[in-house]
């Protein structure tokens, strides 16, 4: 099974950026792919997603504008530049995939994260006032 691993996660001051960068063990072409976000004491949350091929991106309302999503197909790898970081983005950040068509389609509009089987085990990103 494809794994996922993710990396870039620390500490930052608000106003601050990160990017995190999140490793497939296989071809990343294949799958579509997105970024989740989980505050403490919070449900797990969509931050933005991207097709197979980077030419769709959809964003939370909540990260537009500060955050973008795009990926490298040739290392395997997906990225999330943060910008003008809050203490609100504060959580663990979690990289997630899926190969099946019907679900990568419902993922350009959405960020139901139903639509996604493969996870990263999470790296934390903390930002503080």
């Known amino acids: 099974q494809m794994q996922l691993a993710e990396s870039g996660g620390g500490s930052v001051q608000a106003g601050g950026s990160l990017r995190l960068s999140c490793v497939v063990s296989?071809?990343?072409?294949?799958?579509?792919m997105a970024w989740f976000r989980q505050a403490p004491g919070s449900e797990r949350e969509g931050v933005a997603t991207i097709s197979m091929t980077g030419a769709s991106e959809y964003y939370a309302d909540s990260v537009k504008g500060r955050f973008t999503i795009s990926r490298d197909n040739a290392v395997n790898t997906m990225y999330l530049q943060m910008n003008d970081l809050s203490p609100g983005d504060t959580g663990i950040y979690y990289c997630?995939?899926?190969?099946?068509?019907?679900?990568?389609?419902?993922?350009?509009?959405?960020?139901?994260?139903?639509?996604?089987?493969?996870w990263g085990r999470g790296i934390q990103v903390a930002v503080s006032s």
């Open positions: 997630a995939a899926d190969r099946d068509a019907r679900r990568c389609f419902s993922a350009i509009s959405s960020l139901d994260d139903e639509n996604f089987t493969l």
């Open positions: 296989e071809r990343a072409v294949n799958y579509c």
